[in-house]
């Protein structure tokens, strides 16, 4: 596979600018479309596709600090649990295009893109540009996939969502006949020992029932699957899992912590594939 093209050759993604969506081309160093809107990659080889609309905020997307400890987390081994199920499972298996949606600093893209097309998404420059410097293989975007997925009409295969706002109606568009999106959902008891403490809120959680609605006609579930892994923290583990947990740690809930040693903290993970019909 390593004379294939790169996946920013193939033609998938679609010009970002509003009214356009023509397709996007490689050429040179940047991405253009027929009616000459272009988008420079930049040194690392990741391109920005987000709009001026998109750029409102100074730093759009996850702060650099939750982005971080999310990084961190996973390379702790965290997820190990996660990635091993979503392997078994053939998240990385696709001979079409692959996503990694809201990939952040691309993490699980790395443990888990097959060797066909894949790319990478999220919202914050930060992330992205982090991302391409150690993975130049795949396609990483900075893109607001809330206001809509670069890519043409039934461009890809295998979408990845670990904890992703779902922009349903675009993969709908996005995702081919018989394509998947995996979803990863915070299980019921996800982070249970860390909000009892933090927000004295021991409540199940329930994502599954709303992402199921949300996915109506037009899609089934292929496949459902909860995974629960309890892991030994520490306060540097504590203190990057109220970042994930929270976008961020504030100064009230980090106090809640103070003292706090060691917590065994219990992950919980929905995965819901949902497959286009
Ligand atoms: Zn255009």
Redo the contacts with the bound molecule.
């Keep these: 596979m390593s004379t294939a093209a790169h996946p920013l050759e193939l033609r998938l993604l ?4 509003r009214g ?3 397709p ?1 081309e490689l050429a040179a160093h940047a991405l ?6 272009a988008f420079d990659r930049a040194r690392a080889g990741h391109v920005n596709l987000l709009q001026p609309q998109d750029r409102r905020a100074p730093e759009p997307g996850d702060s650099s600090a939750a982005l971080l400890a999310r990084e961190r987390w996973f390379e702790r081994g965290r997820a190990a649990a996660l990635v091993a199920a979503l392997a078994a499972r053939g998240a990385a298996s696709a001979s079409g295009a692959w996503l990694d949606l809201c990939c952040g600093t691309g993490a699980f893209t790395r443990a888990l893109a097959p060797r066909g097309p894949a790319f990478g998404l999220d919202l914050a420059a930060f992330a992205i540009e982090r991302a391409a410097k150690r993975d130049p293989a795949r396609a990483w975007l900075v893109a607001n996939a809330d206001r809509g997925l670069p890519f043409v009409d039934g461009a890809l295969e295998r979408v990845l969502a670990v904890q992703a706002r779902l922009p349903e109606r675009e993969l709908a568009r996005v995702v081919a006949p018989g394509g998947r999106v995996i979803a990863v959902l915070p299980g019921a008891r996800d982070q249970l020992e860390l909000r009892e403490r933090v927000l004295a809120d021991a409540r199940p959680l329930e994502h599954a029932e709303r992402t199921r609605a949300l996915f109506g006609a037009g899609w089934r579930v292929a496949h459902e699957e909860q995974l629960e892994a309890r892991v030994a923290c520490d306060r540097a583990a504590l203190a990057d899992a109220l970042a994930l947990a929270y976008r961020g740690q504030r100064a009230s809930e980090t106090a809640r912590l103070a003292g706090v040693d060691e917590l065994v903290v219990t992950q919980a993970w929905h995965v819901l594939e949902l497959e286009r019909c």
């Design positions: 679609r010009c970002t600018v356009c969506g023509a996007l253009v479309c027929a009616r000459g809107h």
